[in-house]
Each structure stands twice: as C-alpha cells, then as structure tokens.
C-alpha cells in the first residue's frame, strides 16, 4: 500500500520559514514526479510546485523565488522550503506523486496524495 505522509506544518509569522517534509512508502518514486500542493479555506486546490526524478524543479509563480523543492531517493523523502511567508500562504499543504516521469500542473494528473499539513502565516 503506497503512502505519502507530511510533516513539519504550524504557525509562523509572516517573513518566517518552515520545512514540509514527505515521507513515501509502499514503493519507490526515484524515477517520478512527485510535487506539493495547497488548498486555502473556500478555494480550489492550488499547485505549488513540482520536481522531477532528475531533480529538476518548477514552481508557481506566487512561490518561484521562496520555495524551494528538494528530494533524497535514497530516503523515499520530497521537501519543501519555504521562506518569506506571507499570510497569503495559509494553507492545508499536500504532498503528491505520479506514475509517471513528466511534470504535471493540474491535480488530476497526481495519482497519489498525503493526508495534508496545515500552515498557517499570521501577519
């Protein structure tokens, strides 16, 4: 049974940095795209940010620049940086994974999904 689970969420004023960490169990997605995504209270599921199995990253704009995506395969771990809070970043935080190499933009093409940790940046 795969599993994708997150840590490191809280309260931080804004300005401040927290750490979201995912832990993936189940199997092995060094070879796959795995990402983060974000959901404010009355808004739709919002992508924050993805990495390849390459390492290589792409961001939303509202995030390019403070956040930063890592991944250790040797650990089954994705990370995500993310420094200069501002309130605006309030959000339950989704660690997600697909079966597949490409980089995906749209939740409906993330097979896998966390249970989700709440962040929130007060001002």
């Known amino acids: 049974q795969v599993q994708l689970v997150e840590s490191g969420g809280g309260l931080v004023q804004a300005g401040g940095s927290l750490r979201l960490s995912c832990a993936t169990s189940?199997?092995?997605?060094?070879?796959?795209?795995m990402g983060w995504f974000r959901q404010a209270p009355g808004k739709e599921r919002e992508f924050v940010g993805t990495i390849r199995g390459s390492s290589a990253t792409y961001y939303a704009d509202s995030v390019k620049g403070r956040f930063t995506i890592s991944r250790d395969n040797a650990k089954n771990t994705v990370n995500l940086r993310m420094n200069s809070l501002k309130p605006e970043d309030t959000a339950v935080y989704y660690c997600?994974?697909?079966?597949?190499?490409?980089?995906?933009?749209?939740?409906?093409?993330?097979?896998?999904w966390g249970q989700g940790t709440q962040v929130t940046v007060s001002s």
């Open positions: 189940g199997r092995s997605f060094s070879n796959y795209a």
């Open positions: 997600v994974a697909r079966n597949d190499i490409g980089v995906g933009f749209r939740a409906s093409q993330y097979d896998y």
